[in-house]
């Protein structure tokens, strides 16, 4: 499926939705803030708010994929869903995390290019925890890395189609984030069963 397709999937798969869906990612948003400020003031240090925030922010992700997975499948919403990983798959998720995090660091810092690869090979990780609770990091890492091998430049030129949104977003003193964030996270769902799917049926004509 084309970008522009699944873009335009993603912004119908709102209708009806929008509220709830800027709910979600408007307390997602506002929790990783605070507990960023928290973290920095409870601890005292500069990476006091870093450290915090790497034990929140993964199942906050999480939840906020599966959010999204739901608006997408036409599933019952519901704002709790962005807590249920953290007695479902906080482990899980802050060390796959930790992990994809490791790695794109070690990129970044041998070249700035191998860090973007890593990222965007890695950016499935919370979609699959998401739907797959039994996953542990690993094969989470793996089975993103598969995922995204011959997509990578596909989700690329997402990520600057969204960019340019935010640009225009910033025009409008910040305001026009708040139909963003949604939107975007509605496009990474629907980006991420595409590709899911996809690789479904490359699967079953081997």
Request: hydrophobic share 55%; proline share 3%.
């Amino acid at each position: 499926m084309e970008n522009k397709q699944i873009m335009k999937e993603a912004q119908e798969s709102l209708k009806g939705k929008w509220g709830i869906s800027i709910a979600a990612c408007l307390i997602a948003g506002a929790i990783t803030i605070m507990i960023t400020i928290l973290g920095g003031y409870l601890i005292n240090e500069d990476w006091g708010g870093n450290f915090l925030s790497l034990l929140i922010t993964p199942p906050i992700a999480v939840g906020l994929a599966l959010f999204f997975i739901n608006v997408h499948d036409g599933n019952k919403l519901e704002i709790k869903t962005i807590f249920n990983p953290f007695k479902e798959v906080w482990t899980n998720s802050v060390l796959a995390y930790l992990m994809m995090i490791v790695i794109v660091i070690i990129g970044t810092i041998l070249f700035i290019i191998p860090g973007i690869i890593a990222t965007l090979m890695f950016s499935q990780i919370f979609y699959i925890i998401a739907e797959d609770k039994e996953i542990d990091p690993y094969n989470a890492l793996v089975k993103s890395k598969q995922m995204m091998e011959g997509n990578k430049w596909k989700l690329f030129k997402i990520l600057l189609r969204i960019l340019l949104l935010a640009i225009v977003c910033i025009l409008t003193l910040g305001i026009g984030f708040i139909w963003l964030a949604p939107y975007q996270n509605a496009v990474y769902a629907k980006f991420y069963k595409v590709v899911k799917q996809e690789k479904k049926l490359i699967a079953c004509r081997r």
